[in-house]
């Protein structure tokens, strides 16, 4: 099911951009957005088609259909163990632009939002568009290493409106534990902030590892957090742009659909996206176990393999389909050794820029995995041998 | 092609919200939202369709896929007239999300943005939520009454940044002449202003009446105007969210992608909704020119129909799919008259309230004819029995 067969490489040279392999040179394998090489699962397809068959894409609830929002909260009722219902849910164009909702509702010019540090760019580029101030917190590179949450709470002054989370952490892939999401949700509720969790990695984990959805916890941190999750890296559906903010918090809600700008129609979200992720929710999960399956399996074989390199430590991602290895001992900097892989071993990956994933990616890079298996091993083949000749 | 069984009144009232089918109590005709009651055109289904089936909906370019971007630009080549190219164009989440952008892109805090009154909302409510100023222009409600150039002048101070055009306009159905259009753009030209032109009705348009792009008159016209429209008029696309922002302008286009959001991944134009707007322009031209001309014929049924009711005064539009009947000499306002007519008629109506369409609009409401002969009669003779019955 996830073989190199099932791989269309003339249809990704077509379609596949945002750095992958429609935007790379001939030739080169790209690392790089975390968008999986496989088609997407048959059953979204068919639906999508039978949806169209009808040739009617009427105007869309401002919230988003039904259907949609019945999938949603069912899927967070029986598999993350929340306490929600479909009026909670707002189908949204993308969980980058749940991000942007969230902190247009919530923060004004001037309000601080705490943002781990390393954490993908989104959440500092959507506080800062608001006039908010980021204030980076510190977290380990390492997954399994524990949060200073001391040094957490030591951050949070009278502005603080928000703690951003994002749980698995894209770089990092680390995985919180339920007693790591308490202790944070905690925090949250004794200084009254928002917890903004993204959620869009958390099918993406790897055992013995368990998601947990820090709304989860308890009912007081649960009416404190909004989660905003998407469908591009379990489903393949990035170019659909689709993904789901939720808030049971009645008051967080009405907050939430005064800034998204669905009601004038100047966002929303498109009516087939609904219906690809209505299927991949009731349909799809036996696609999504083997999809973890195969990825476990990649991630064992990419941390392998980048562990015998000269220069590079690997550690093991608990979640997402990404590692995140310390490339600081080969004497390169992160961009420098991006420049040396494009150019010698013709694989494009992503370097640990300040503003892709905050200061403390310095002197890594990011490599996605979420491909074949013989992809991968030409890739660490070729990362071997260019290393090697250096 | 437009006949009454094309219409499925079982899916409508299924998928047709934003005050249409899906939102009304049943046995309500709803002549609201400006989205057609039939089905989209079958080649658009058919290049979904054919999309879908390779099960690949990877990340797209920030600017849009090529494909439709190159059909966009060809038919403002074709068929407007205008000087442009591929490299010009952005694919959008929708014509309202095109002003959105265009507003965040060169209006800045107290900066004032010229905006016809009446004229849809979207143009007011994108300025101000830039924390720019909207000052209304008024023009007449008599489609082919002319516009008073001293008048706008006069508007125009140090502040003024924009002229908002929406041709056809939008609710008056009034489609403005080459010599208007030159007069406006010179005036834009004189004092440098951008011409926000919001082509979303351009193909709705009534013989004799011909269409003229305000971008087409002069190369000096064409430097300061950004062409925004969109697909849910002519091709019944408004699910699926998509229009398109062009810009002759390179410098004006840079200033756009910055503002889209597009390059960050929080905004974006979903794929399929390309794939369709490609079929469209491509595919159904002889789609279009039949739907026009059954709504040439609904429009006249409608003109004869409402100027025969006492206190109804119905002027005959030159472009869209709307009238907007002067209703004083009834005796009410355009919100009583809208609340008679949905519970004593059981139709639908949108009332000329100052928020939808400026202060001029009172004394109006705004009916949409884009529904089969069967449903303009039967609404018709509605209208007529409950008004006669007061």
Same mark, same amino acid.
């Given at each position: 099911?996830?073989?190199?067969?099932?791989?269309? &490489?003339?249809?990704?040279?077509?379609?596949?951009? $945002?750095?992958?392999? !429609?935007?790379?040179?001939?030739?080169?394998? %790209?690392? /790089?957005? !975390?968008?999986?090489?496989?088609?997407?699962?048959?059953?979204?397809?068919?639906?999508?088609?039978?949806?169209?068959?009808?040739?009617?894409?009427?105007?869309?609830?401002?919230?988003?259909?039904?259907?949609?929002? =019945?999938?949603?909260? #069912?899927?967070?009722?029986?598999?993350?163990?929340?306490?929600?219902?479909?009026?909670?849910?707002?189908?949204?164009?993308?969980?980058?632009?749940?991000?942007?909702?969230?902190?247009?509702?919530?923060?004004?010019?001037?309000?601080?939002?705490?943002?781990? #540090? %390393?954490?993908?760019?989104?959440?500092?580029?959507?506080?800062?568009?608001?006039?908010?101030?980021?204030?980076?917190?510190?977290?380990?590179?390492?997954?399994?290493?524990?949060?200073?949450?001391?040094?957490?709470?030591?951050?949070?002054?009278?502005?603080?409106?928000? +703690?951003? &989370?994002?749980?698995?952490?894209?770089? /990092?892939?680390?995985? *919180?534990?339920?007693?790591?999401?308490?202790?944070?949700?905690?925090?949250?509720?004794?200084?009254?902030?928002?917890?903004?969790?993204?959620?869009?990695?958390?099918?993406?984990?790897?055992?013995?590892?368990?998601?947990?959805?820090?709304?989860?916890?308890?009912?007081?941190?649960?009416?404190?957090?909004?989660?905003?999750?998407?469908?591009?890296?379990?489903?393949?559906? !990035?170019?659909?742009?689709?993904?789901?903010?939720? !808030?049971?918090?009645? +008051?967080? *809600?009405?907050?939430?659909?005064?800034?998204?700008?669905?009601?004038?129609?100047?966002?929303?979200?498109?009516?087939?996206?609904?219906?690809?992720?209505?299927?991949?929710? $009731?349909?799809? =999960?036996?696609?999504?176990?083997?999809?973890?399956?195969?990825?476990?399996?990649?991630?064992?074989?990419?941390? =392998?393999?980048?562990?015998?390199?000269?220069?590079?430590?690997?550690?093991?991602?608990?979640?997402?389909?990404?590692?995140?290895?310390?490339?600081?001992?080969?004497?390169? /900097?992160?961009?420098? &050794?991006?420049?040396?892989?494009?150019?010698?071993?013709?694989?494009?990956?992503?370097?640990?820029?300040?503003?892709?994933?905050?200061?403390?990616?310095?002197?890594?890079?990011?490599?996605?995995?979420?491909?074949?298996?013989?992809? +991968?091993?030409?890739?660490?083949?070729?990362?071997?041998?260019?290393?090697?000749?250096?």
């Amino acid at each position: 099911m996830f073989t190199n067969q099932e791989i269309n &490489l003339d249809i990704l040279k077509k379609r596949a951009f $945002n750095l992958r392999w !429609a935007s790379v040179p001939e030739g080169v394998i %790209p690392l /790089t957005a !975390a968008d999986p090489d496989f088609p997407c699962a048959p059953e979204i397809a068919e639906a999508i088609n039978r949806y169209t068959s009808d040739r009617y894409f009427s105007y869309a609830p401002a919230e988003g259909h039904l259907f949609f929002r =019945e999938a949603v909260a #069912n899927f967070h009722v029986t598999k993350r163990n929340l306490n929600t219902k479909p009026d909670c849910v707002i189908a949204v164009d993308s969980a980058a632009y749940g991000i942007q909702m969230v902190c247009k509702a919530f923060i004004q010019s001037g309000d601080e939002a705490i943002v781990f #540090n %390393p954490v993908d760019f989104l959440f500092k580029y959507c506080v800062e568009a608001n006039k908010g101030v980021a204030i980076p917190f510190p977290v380990p590179l390492q997954p399994d290493a524990g949060i200073d949450f001391e040094l957490l709470e030591g951050l949070i002054t009278h502005k603080t409106k928000m +703690i951003c &989370l994002c749980n698995p952490l894209n770089p /990092t892939g680390k995985v *919180f534990t339920k007693a790591e999401l308490e202790q944070l949700g905690n925090l949250a509720v004794k200084h009254q902030l928002i917890i903004l969790s993204d959620e869009i990695w958390s099918d993406i984990v790897f055992a013995p590892n368990v998601y947990n959805s820090i709304a989860s916890v308890n009912e007081a941190i649960q009416q404190q957090t909004i989660i905003v999750t998407g469908y591009s890296k379990s489903y393949g559906l !990035a170019g659909l742009r689709v993904g789901a903010v939720i !808030a049971p918090n009645d +008051i967080l *809600f009405e907050k939430l659909m005064i800034a998204s700008g669905h009601q004038s129609t100047v966002h929303g979200c498109n009516v087939l996206a609904q219906v690809a992720v209505t299927s991949a929710l $009731n349909e799809c =999960e036996y696609w999504l176990q083997n999809f973890v399956a195969h990825l476990t399996n990649m991630r064992n074989i990419c941390v =392998e393999g980048l562990n015998k390199i000269n220069g590079i430590y690997c550690p093991s991602p608990q979640g997402c389909y990404l590692v995140f290895p310390d490339i600081t001992a080969t004497g390169f /900097t992160a961009s420098e &050794l991006q420049t040396i892989l494009l150019e010698k071993a013709k694989v494009a990956v992503v370097p640990g820029l300040s503003q892709w994933f905050g200061e403390r990616a310095a002197g890594h890079i990011r490599i996605s995995f979420a491909t074949s298996d013989e992809i +991968i091993q030409e890739s660490l083949y070729r990362i071997t041998k260019a290393m090697s000749n250096l």
